[in-house]
Each structure stands twice: as structure tokens, then as C-alpha cells.
């Protein structure tokens, strides 16, 4: 009896667990622990099959020790050492999909949480907020009537303003950095210092988690009618797995499922993707990044025309990673190869490395353990645009 209500018990949450993980996008450690245990009783299954009863006693010890050093592992993988969690799993130790974020945002606000979050449709929720909470810090984001960050100016321009849309996604936002302290805010400064005759207005538009084709697709729809002088679009090695991500329209791929069960096989899919090789021509993972890259460089080029036929410019940004600077390029998104790819007006993978060459410095402008910008180095990354821009008289010629 005892035996039934616990495999009836098993089947019942195995279910629950496969339709979540399968419908959201969201799995625990209780499905770690569910695979296992399945796996296990598959092996165990063909040990019966296969060996006499004697040999077969010390096998499934064998199995069964092993089976606990994984379940072991995982855990300690998870809740411990955590050097392959999701910023999801870092917070709450719940496995997120980045392909499920509609669906996730649905759920959250049927259960009655109204926490913002972006989702492919336009941008975040107007008048809402959302809190970034790290390690290393915890800020509360508030957004505006259209969704975004920041201050909003009127559609219409005065005559006396030079308006500046800057696209891109958390580094845009600022993730890391109070409102007033975000690389827009920061470019809006030093340019009203160095224009003391101009108006200078700069919108934030950036969204965290978004990627350029959605930034461009979202500026054509909504930000065009603010007719922006200078639209600058911040472009970070991780856009092409987003860009991958929306393309798959809400669809778990199959690798999906083993990444969000197994903190053991992110470690041998991610150490066994040949990802510091520029040149994997033979490789299907690569030819599918070259793909992207060629999607995204068709589209920016694409945007700029428009810009130009419209008689306003766009300042390509690439940002780099604090990883990237220091000889570590983020897994299956060939920084190098995306900066060619793209020929930045500014590349701050460039710009950083010459102004600070000891790698010890560069902490300085990235917090540690989240790795995004701090205070200071958006100041620094806004210094360097502004400096391009008034090298470019983009300012004086309008």
C-alpha cells in the first residue's frame, strides 16, 4: 500500500514537473532529482536483464553510489559553487527559460505579481518598476508611460534640441546603476556640458534581455515619431543567442530540457563547444552563430539606410564583456568575429584595452560577480561615445 501511494505520489509530481517545464519554461531541483531517479531505475532495469543475480547485487550498488555522487553534485552545483546558474537560479534556484518569457510573465501575473518583465512584445509595462537584486547591489527600476527607463521627453522637439534614442539592452538600461547614474543619463550630461548653447535630450531605450533586431523592429514602431538626431544602438556578445531565442518563437528546444535539469550537462555541453575558435567552418553550432551574425549585419545596415534617408545618424557601440576583455570570450558567441562582422563606429573592446592595459584595472569598471557595468564604467563608456561624438560634429551640424 505504502509502495503504491508512493509511486502514485511520484507520477503525479513527475507530471506536474514535465507539463511546467514543458508549457513555462521552469524546473527545480526536485526535477534534477526526478531524472535521476528515473535514469536510475533505467539502469538498474538493464542490469537485470543483462547479469546473474550474484554480479547483479554489486552493480546496482555500483549504480546506485553513482547515481547519489550525481544527485550530490548537482546540488552542490546548484546551491553551493553556483558557476553555472541561470540569474534565476542565483536568486530564487529555479531554472527560468529565457525561450519561455511570455509564458513566465503570464503565470506570474495570474498568481498576482505585477513584476515587469520584457517578453518580445514592446517594451516593459508603463508606469510599472522591476527590482534588479544582486549580490552586489539592488536597485529598483522605475519605467515610464511607453515602457522604459528614465525620463521621457514630449514627441515634439523644441527648436533649440538635439535628441539622442539609445537602443540596446541591459548595458542601455543600466543594469547595476541607479537611474541617474546609467550610461544615457551620463552621455546626456557630458554633452550639455560641452554644448551649453543646446538642448540636449537623450532616451534610454534600453531593455534588459532584448537584443538588436528587437530594438530595431521596436524603434521603426514606436520611437521613430520622436525623431531622434542621433540613434545609437549598443551592441553585446550575448545578442546573438537572444536573437536565437526569439526567433524560436516560445519553442523549448530539445537541449532545453537537459540544460534546465542538469547543472552536469551545462558543464559537458559548454566545455565541449569548441567556442574559443574563430574559424569552425565544419561545425553546425558555428555555421549557425555565422548565420546570425550575418542576419544582424544585414539588418543594422539596413536600419542605417533608413536613418540616413531620414537625415538622422546611427553610431554603432560594440560593448564588451569583462570575461572577453580579460582572454575569456562568453561560450558560442565569438566576440572577435561579431566586431568584424559588425565594424563598429566604437569599439569599447578596443577603446578599454588601450586606455587601460593591465587587466587589473579593468575591474574597476564592472562589478565582479554580476559582471555588468558599475557606476563608474558607464561613465567611462559614455565619455567615450561622447568624445566620438563631438569629434564627428554630429552636434554642430544640426
Known amino acids: 500500500m505504502k509502495k503504491r501511494l508512493f509511486y502514485t505520489g511520484l507520477t503525479i509530481v513527475s507530471i506536474l514537473h514535465i507539463y511546467m517545464l514543458y508549457k513555462y519554461g521552469i524546473s527545480t531541483f526536485v526535477g534534477t532529482c526526478l531524472l535521476y531517479f528515473f535514469l536510475y531505475k533505467l539502469c538498474t ?25 550525481l544527485i550530490i553534485l548537482e546540488f552542490l552545483l546548484l546551491f553551493i559553487f553556483k558557476p553555472l546558474n541561470s540569474w534565476s537560479e542565483n536568486e530564487v534556484f529555479i531554472y527560468l527559460s529565457e525561450y519561455k518569457r511570455k509564458e513566465i510573465q503570464s503565470l506570474v501575473n495570474k498568481i498576482g ?127 546573438l543567442p537572444d536573437i536565437d531565442i526569439m526567433q524560436n518563437n516560445g519553442v523549448l528546444p530539445m537541449g532545453e530540457y537537459a540544460f534546465a535539469l542538469s547543472h552536469i550537462y551545462r558543464s559537458i555541453y559548454l566545455n565541449s563547444s ?67 562582422y559588425l565594424k563598429p563606429e566604437i569599439n569599447l573592446a578596443d577603446s578599454f584595452s588601450l586606455k587601460y592595459i593591465h587587466r587589473d584595472s579593468l575591474s574597476v569598471y564592472y562589478w565582479e560577480k554580476d559582471e555588468h557595468f558599475n557606476t563608474k564604467g558607464y561613465k567611462l563608456a559614455a565619455e567615450i561615445i561622447a568624445r566620438h561624438v563631438i569629434s564627428k560634429h554630429y552636434v554642430g551640424t544640426h
Open 274 to 340: 569548441k567556442y574559443e575558435n574563430l574559424e569552425l567552418e565544419d561545425s553546425i553550432t558555428s555555421n549557425k552563430w555565422i548565420k546570425l551574425m550575418d542576419y544582424l549585419n544585414i539588418e543594422i545596415q539596413r536600419f542605417r539606410n533608413s536613418l540616413h534617408e531620414a537625415g538622422q545618424q546611427l553610431i554603432l557601440v560594440y560593448i564588451p564583456s569583462n570575461g572577453e576583455l580579460e582572454g575569456n570570450p562568453i561560450p558560442n558567441t565569438y566576440p572577435k568575429t561579431l566586431q568584424k
Open 45 to 69: 532495469f538493464i542490469s537485470d536483464g543483462i547479469f546473474r543475480e550474484n554480479q547483479n547485487k554489486i552493480i546496482r550498488h555500483n549504480i546506485k553510489s553513482i547515481f547519489i555522487i
Open 113 to 239: 505579481f505585477k513584476q515587469a518583465r520584457f517578453t518580445y512584445t514592446d517594451f516593459y509595462q508603463p508606469k510599472s518598476s522591476q527590482q534588479i537584486k544582486r549580490e552586489e547591489f539592488n536597485i529598483t527600476h522605475q519605467y515610464n508611460k511607453l515602457g522604459l527607463r528614465g525620463f521621457l521627453p514630449s514627441v515634439q522637439k523644441s527648436t533649440n534640441e538635439y535628441r539622442i534614442i539609445v537602443l540596446g539592452d541591459s548595458y542601455a538600461e543600466g543594469v547595476g546603476a541607479k537611474e541617474s547614474e546609467t550610461l544615457p543619463v551620463q552621455l546626456q550630461k557630458q554633452l550639455s556640458a560641452s554644448f551649453p548653447n543646446k538642448k540636449i535630450s537623450v532616451i534610454n531605450a534600453g531593455i534588459n534581455g532584448s537584443n538588436p533586431i528587437y530594438e530595431i523592429n521596436s524603434y521603426n514602431r514606436i520611437l521613430s515619431k520622436y525623431k531622434a538626431d542621433l540613434v545609437i544602438l549598443l551592441v553585446f556578445p550575448n545578442d
